[in-house]
Structures are given as C-alpha cells and as structure tokens.
C-alpha cells in the first residue's frame, strides 16, 4: 500500500503497530531542516511546490519502488511553505518481510524524490535574506 | 492562433518576476520554442539554469507540438527532501 501526502502544517508520525506479523522490517526516515545554510544561521526554509504535479510524481515513484524492490508498504508525507529550522520536512516509512530490501529502497526513493517531485526550497537567513537552498545529500 | 499559460516557480519565478504568464501563439509552436521565448525574457537570470518541461503535469521528454489551453510548467533542478 502507498500513502503519499503534501501538506502545509507539521508533519506527524504514521505511527507504530504491535501487531503486524507481515513485516518483519519499519524502516523510518525523518529530514529535518538544519539551522544554517551554507553555513549562514536561518530562520526557516520556505518550500513552494507545483501543486498536482508534485503529488502525482510522488506516488508515481512510491508505487515504482513498491515493483522495483520487494517491500509491501510506503508511506510519505512532505511538508511544504515555512519550515522552521528544526521541525520536519519529510516523513517517510517503509514496511518490508526483511530490512535489507527497505533500506536500499529508502535510499533509492529519496535519490529519484530530489530528482523528480517538482518541490523547491529557499533558505531565509536571520538578516531576512532569500538564499537557494540545494543539498542533495 | 492558441492561448497557453506558463506558471512560475522557484528560480523561473524569481528570473520572470511573476507566477503566471498567458501566451498567444502561432499554431504549431513547440516546446522548445516557448522555452526560448522564456529565457529571453529572463534576461541572462536563466542562462545557467537547467530546464525540464512539463505539459499539463506531466513531464516531456521531446519536443512537443504545444496545443490550445495546455499549461506550461519550464522545472528548474527540484529541491524537495
């Protein structure tokens, strides 16, 4: 099963279960937004994204991760607008028989969601300046 | 004649100034054309920035005949995560 979502307000867990005898394996990856870019402190991140598009591409790449590698569930949720430093950006949870095929899943969902989602992000410094913000570690 | 509109975003946005532009343009104008249309109007903002088309939310990856109403989306490198 694929849970994608974008929205702008915090970003809650998906939560954990006691009673799944399926998945052996949860893999969970938070990103959270650092206090400085490039090494200037910031107030926040601000992210804009192409509304539509960006919630297709996403489940798009869910559903080809769930063929590609043999996981049973993924679950992601993505914020967008302000983002103060410190507070989640991106919430993903991946359900699998065993961890090795979540972990390489995960890795590869990431690399093809920062190539792919039309979603962009600029840094607003403390002195309010607009700065792009491109990590793609 | 057709009617297209182009939105804007990040660095396409901040080059342009605006979030949306309307063209009117010759019938069997492509893709690639209205890109050029695009970076001219941006100056030299864009001339270092990679652009991926999309045609009414979807990727192309050739050159594409545009039609009447069709929205126009030229990606800059995406930043989500």
Not at chain 1, 17 to 27: F, I, P, S, Y
Not at chain 1, 118 to 123: E, L, N, Q, R, S
Request: proline share 3%; hydrophobic share 40%; glycine share 6%.
């Amino acid at each position: 099963m694929v849970i994608v979502e974008i929205a702008n307000k915090s970003i809650k867990s998906f939560g954990i279960t006691n009673d799944d005898n399926q998945n052996g394996a949860e893999l969970v990856f938070n990103g959270r937004v650092r206090g400085t870019e490039k090494g200037k402190p910031i107030k926040y991140l601000e992210y804009e994204y192409y509304e539509g598009m960006a919630e297709a591409e996403l489940k798009h790449l869910a559903n080809k991760v769930c063929k590609k590698f043999t996981i049973n569930h993924l679950y992601c949720r993505h914020r967008v607008g302000k983002v103060k430093a410190g507070e989640l950006s991106i919430h993903i949870m991946i359900l699998s028989k065993h961890r090795k095929e979540a972990i390489k899943a995960m890795d590869w969902f990431i690399f093809e969601l920062k190539k792919n989602v039309p979603i962009w992000k600029w840094a607003i410094l403390n002195d309010g300046r607009k700065i792009p913000s491109d990590c793609m570690h | 004649m057709i009617n297209v509109k182009v939105k804007c975003f990040s660095q396409v946005k901040y080059a342009l100034g605006v979030d949306v532009l309307t063209f009117e343009l010759d019938e069997n104008t492509t893709s690639i054309d209205l890109e050029k249309i695009i970076r001219k109007k941006a100056g030299k903002k864009l001339n270092n920035v990679p652009l991926r088309i999309a045609i009414n939310q979807k990727y192309q990856k050739e050159e594409t005949i545009l039609q009447d109403a069709d929205e126009v989306v030229f990606i800059p490198p995406v930043q989500g995560g």
